[in-house]
């Protein structure tokens, strides 16, 4: 079984580096939107040089308001972005609600997407997008007075998840084991506090257990 897998295994890692390799020009699709498809032990190793559990960190691009025409910037997948926001009531509340418009275009394949986080301080939510076009987000009803005022003055604050679907898929696969209370969540600190922060670990030296009385015991002992 491991025999027959070995061909399938070079001719994946071969194939990836060709693409990865010829990848500068504009293709139907990019070398790292097809990483699940190959074995993962080709996959994998690619995915945890491009990627990493920092790359859950989302990105500020800027804040979409009616005070300025428009914030523009260039995305991971798509490199034309604007977003402008428009102010209305089509709740009928007392504050009204609000569209925010983001228009993306130039994506770098046909396979890639990019994803956003629109934050106020009354509200986080999130949205991908996959289509060269303008897209809505439609904030209903606005939380009162406070958030009404706040997005009237700052707007709605735009953050964009710069690894792309993959990358901040495998990068909670990295920070997901970090609060279980198991032999894999233990493993899995001790390996991100190697590979993140560059801490040493080494074996203690036996005896593990020793007799200790008061006397020994001082402030800040650990």
Known sequence: MAASSSPCIFFATTLLVLLLTFSSGKLPFHPRDLLPLFPRQVSWPVVN?????????????????????????????????????ELNNKSGSEFGGGTLHIKVDKAHSWTCM????????????????????????????????????????KGVSIFLMEAGMLGTLRALWDV?????????????????????????FYPRPKPWVTNITTDEIHSETY
């Not at 990493?52 to 910037?73: C, H, K, M, Q, Y």
């Not at 970090?178 to 969540?185: I, M, S």
């Open 49 to 85: 040089s491009l990627n990493t559990a920092v790359d859950l960190l989302p990105t500020f691009i800027g804040s979409a308001s009616v005070r300025n025409d428009a914030v523009e910037w260039k995305g991971a997948c798509f490199y034309e972005n604007k977003a402008w926001l």
């Open 176 to 200: 997901f084991p970090l609060f279980t209370n198991t032999g894999w969540g233990e493993n899995s600190n001790i390996a991100f506090l190697k590979n993140h922060m560059g801490a040493n």
């Open 114 to 153: 990019d994803i956003y986080v629109f934050v106020t301080p009354y509200r986080v939510t999130w949205d991908w997008y996959f289509a060269s076009r303008e897209h809505t987000m439609e904030f209903k009803e606005w939380e009162g007075k406070a958030e009404y005022e706040y997005v009237k003055q």
